[in-house]
């Protein structure tokens, strides 16, 4: 089994990286694979609706939306961590997280997903809640922990005094791992709960 694991932060050795590194401890324990994606510091600008990724599958635009594509379409899990900047995630994940969303054509469903947020203060909730609509609008059962999975930090590494926080990453940890496993057995002996046709509807008369 393996996780792809988007850092977002400019900052790659920063807070969030802490956050990334207590769920890699559980990983390696229950021998999980992993891979990295640093992509704060990355120049990834944001979808123009060109829709060309509708015939081709990829985005129009080849950067690290697409190489993550690919490791998507592969992996079991995904974890999005991302610092706050005025209350959501910064630029450069929403940027990238609205082209791999829409661009990768691999069925997503039942993937285990998890978000992290880290501030200096406030916003953790409004940030989550950001990244997590990614994960619930195509279908993927979202990991908790025992509270919400922030981390509290101004300077690089000062997440690491936030000992709950740094806890309940291990916590939503281990439970990626519990439903990985699951649905894997489940998707063995029960197959992904069949697809219906989308109904589009809007309300402009």
Known sequence: MKVLIINGSPRANGNSKR????????????????????????????????????????CAFDDEV???AELFAECDGLIV??????????????SFLDRLFFSCHADKRMKVAAAFATARRAGT????????????????????GRYW????????GQVSEDEEGIQNARFVARNMVF??????????????????EITWTN???
């Open 203 to 205: 309300f402009i008369k």
């Open 179 to 196: 439903l990985m496993k699951s649905i894997a057995l489940g998707k063995e002996k029960y197959g992904l709960p069949p697809v219906e």
């Open 66 to 68: 697409n190489k993550a």
């Open 149 to 156: 999975n922030d981390g509290f930090g101004s300077n690089p």
């Open 125 to 144: 909730t409004a940030t989550l809640d950001v990244i997590n609509k990614y994960f619930t609008f195509a279908q993927m059962p979202i990991a908790s």
């Open 81 to 94: 961590a991302s610092p706050v900047y005025y209350a959501s995630p910064n630029g450069t994940v929403i």
């Open 19 to 58: 956050l990334i590194e207590e769920t890699t401890k559980i990983f390696d324990a229950e021998n999980i694979q992993y891979e990295i994606m640093n992509i704060g510091n990355k120049a990834i600008r944001g979808c123009v609706a060109c829709r060309s990724c509708v015939k081709t599958g990829k």
